[in-house]
């Protein structure tokens, strides 16, 4: 059984950083690759970044690159999502997933969800 739990989120100002972290439970000897997602309200579900099990290879959305920074420790079964320079335009709900599907930034291509963590980015 896949499981997430993202925390870390919170109210900051434009310009602040955070890190979101998602702990993850997964069965023995199974490689996931993992990804952030985030949902505003009334929008879709809009990838923000990705990386491999072993954390080599990442990938960003445009709108991130630069500015926030995905990594993993295999070892606490961890992924964290850095962010720095936020943004009003990065409020939403932010949520890990792990990937089964092709697409790095689709989300039908994640099985397995977390409950989200709310940012909220004020000016």
């Known amino acids: 059984q896949v499981q997430m739990v993202e925390s870390g989120g919170g109210l900051v100002q434009a310009g602040d950083s955070l890190t979101l972290s998602c702990e993850f439970t997964?069965?023995?000897?199974?490689?996931?690759?993992m990804g952030w997602f985030r949902q505003a309200p009334g929008q879709a579900r809009e990838f923000v970044a990705a990386?491999?099990?072993?954390?080599?290879?990442?990938y960003y959305a445009d709108s991130v690159k630069g500015r926030f920074t995905i990594s993993r420790d295999n070892a606490k079964n961890m992924v964290y999502l850095t962010m720095n320079n936020l943004k009003p335009e990065d409020t939403a709900v932010y949520y890990c997933?792990?990937?089964?599907?092709?697409?790095?930034?689709?989300?039908?291509?994640?099985?397995?969800w977390g409950q989200g963590t709310q940012v909220t980015v004020s000016s």
């Open positions: 997933g792990s990937r089964t599907g092709p697409h790095w930034d689709d989300p039908t291509s994640y099985d397995f």
């Open positions: 990386l491999t099990w072993s954390g080599i290879q990442t």
């Open positions: 997964i069965p023995t000897f199974s490689h996931y690759a």
